[in-house]
């Protein structure tokens, strides 16, 4: 079938399953799961990774047969059938935090919420689940103030995102150069932005933003993110993307592990050489055995946990 013809049809069709528990494949992968957890009421109490100085890390998203998770030009896909969605969305109800990086939240504008979850009671939807803190890599401060995130957080129907960042230099170093002054007043004045709409800057310290990092990098190092996160309360994390933040995820040197379980939904698609693909720089990737494959509608999802 043409791939429009097939995203539309999936894009039109209603998620209608109701399952008032999460599959069997995410019980299997994630332990056992207390009463609370199955009913989506509560986040994980104890998928601590040995080091507790950072959170617990779910990398998750949903890849077609060519290892592409988005179209041409970044074009968003609804990859996962009905069935491997809800499993995204019970999967949410189980972190304490749900990441992704400030591409996806621009060019997606996503909720990241459970609304595919099977509705107690149309009014306490929001109250009756556990929805994850959403956290979003954004070392420039690019999240428009007036996304869904911020909006729904507004209006009492979603979490008000955490949105990682570091101070930018006034001299040179990081992305500033030398007497860049407006650059920084630029920065200063979208902090204040998302800060007045409703979101909270975390600031990762900026000491830490060089060792591991090319001097030309404005990326946030991870173990100074992850730590930061820890310290702050959150002790899982469900890391949803986009490409550049799941290269960094699984490119990280082998001294500083940082995905513990990763969970990959493939969908019965080919999207083509001009889609947006994850893995043509991956570096260093961790060992990883498997644990689990299963059968979703449509979809295979694959379980893998780090090797010990
Ligand atoms: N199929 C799926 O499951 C999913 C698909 N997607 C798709 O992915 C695409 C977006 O991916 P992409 O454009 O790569 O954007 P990302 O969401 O990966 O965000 C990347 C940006 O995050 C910031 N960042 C800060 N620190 C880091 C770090 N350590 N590592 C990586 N990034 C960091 C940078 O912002 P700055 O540039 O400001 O420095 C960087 O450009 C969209 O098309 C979306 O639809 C997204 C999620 C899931
Ligand atoms: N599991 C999964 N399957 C797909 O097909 C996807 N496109 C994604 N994308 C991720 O989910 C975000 C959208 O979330 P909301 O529906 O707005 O809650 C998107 O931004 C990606 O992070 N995931």
Known sequence: ??????????????????????????????????????????????????????????????????????GKGGRQLILSGEESMKMTHWMRTMHDGILIGVGTAVNDNPQLNVRHLPFPNQHTHMQHYHHPRPLILDPHLRLPPTCKLVANA??????????LTATPPKADGFWASEGDEEKVREWEARRDALLSAGATIVLVERETLHPDLPP????????????????????????????RVIQ???????????????????????????????????????????????????DVVVGLKLST
């Open 154 to 163: 507004a209006k009492g129907a979603g979490i008000a995102p955490w949105v």
């Open 216 to 243: 030309t990098s404005t990326d946030l190092p991870l173990p100074a993110v992850l730590r930061t996160l820890r310290a702050q309360g959150i002790r899982s994390i469900m890391v949803e993307g986009g490409a």
């Open 1 to 70: 079938m043409d791939l429009e013809v097939l995203i539309g049809e999936i894009r039109d069709t209603e998620i209608k399953v109701v399952t008032a528990e999460p599959p069997d494949f995410l019980k299997t992968v994630l332990g056992s799961l207390p009463t609370d957890v199955l009913a989506g009421t509560s986040p994980l109490p104890d998928i601590v990774p040995s080091d507790t100085t950072r959170p617990y890390i779910t990398l998750t998203f949903a890849q077609s047969l060519d290892a592409k998770i988005a």
């Open 248 to 298: 960094s995820f699984l490119s990280t040197a082998a001294s500083e592990r940082l995905v513990d379980t990763l969970i990959v939904t493939c969908a019965p698609v080919i999207v083509g050489g001009e889609g947006v693909g994850y893995a043509e720089r991956l570096e260093g990737v961790p060992g990883m055995r498997h644990v689990a494959t299963d059968i979703l509608g449509r």
